[in-house]
């Protein structure tokens, strides 16, 4: 009897962001314009294949307690943004910083300084984010560490209920999330407080959640392609996993497993705003090779 092949399907609205894509192409050209060094300020994708292809080609991760020790070089900031300390100190050293920052980013950044900078009674500044995240990092920092982070309703604990409330959120959360967040804060507050919201998750992601959910509906299995590190990555799987139980994320090739795929008539492949197209054409003929081995 002739082997059975099933359908595999790259998702082709799946992988790099416009933001990430433009960041990668500006490295990818100031390595090509100049000899010279370039150093970018924590990874430039939460993806580690995409970072060490990079390295290879000439781009140098460093921390932001490397950058301390640098002077006369030149920085790449990632799509994530920074706060604003970070062009302080590359002045102070005279670094020459080469700007990657997401222009969906730079327009939020700007929204909560002016907000910090200029609201008379000045609000509680509240992100819909993960604390510590990069992005959300240099939100914080647009006043001066002062903004409060919840990523969750049970974080809302740290909220002021009786002062003026201004919300914004990280690019990437989820619209259910910050609706839930807008509902519970419209609840708890005082009538006399003034509660302002601001919608400013980017639509090229937050878009994804429902077509990656048509996605996942249309295969038996899916192969869900993420870096470890990339946050997007863990709630768009989730997403997939949510309406097909055989879901599977994979960091890289090598992880795929055999069984994963038994009795499947149809494999999806899709992945993170993180996630490079090459990484999921890899995976794609991993899974070509196990089948017809």
């Known amino acids: 009897m ?19 894509v433009t960041a990668i192409r500006k490295a990818e050209e100031e390595l090509e314009r100049s000899g ?25 991760t460093i921390t932001h307690e490397d950058l301390n020790g640098l002077s006369g070089v030149r920085v790449l900031l990632r799509a994530h943004g920074e706060p604003p300390s970070t062009y302080s100190m590359a002045k102070e050293k005279g670094i020459e910083i080469v700007d990657a920052t997401c222009p969906v980013v730079l327009q939020l950044q700007r929204r909560i300084k002016e907000t910090y900078d200029h609201s008379s009674p000045r609000p509680q500044i509240v992100i819909y ?36 409330i201004a919300l914004y959120s ?20 005082s009538p006399e407080v003034n509660f302002t919201y601001h919608d400013t998750i980017c639509r090229q992601v937050a878009n994804r959640v429902s077509h990656l959910r048509d996605f996942a509906r249309r295969h038996d299995v899916v192969l869900f392609v993420a870096g470890a590190k990339s946050s997007n990555g863990k709630v768009l799987y989730h997403e997939c996993r949510d309406v097909n139980e055989r879901s599977y994320l994979v960091s890289r090739p090598s992880d795929f497993k ?14 993170a705003t993180s996630t490079p197209r090459w990484l999921m054409e890899e995976v794609r003929d991993i899974v070509k090779k196990w089948i017809i081995s």
């Open 2 to 20: 002739e082997k059975f092949i099933p359908e595999i399907e790259i998702d082709a609205r799946s992988g790099f962001c416009h933001g990430v």
């Open 36 to 60: 010279e060094p370039l150093y970018c300020l924590g990874d430039i994708v939460h993806n580690s294949d995409e970072v060490e292809r990079l390295e290879r080609k000439g781009l140098s």
């Open 129 to 164: 984010g993960k604390a510590g995240h990069a992005e959300v990092n240099g939100l914080v920092g647009q006043t001066n560490g002062e903004a409060i982070v919840v990523e969750n309703i049970e974080q809302l604990e740290r909220i002021d209920f009786n002062r003026d």
């Open 170 to 189: 990280q690019t990437t959360m989820s619209l259910q999330g910050l609706a839930e967040m807008v509902d519970e804060i419209n609840r708890r507050k």
């Open 258 to 271: 055999g069984e994963w795929v038994d009795g499947a008539r149809s494999i999806g492949i899709c992945g």
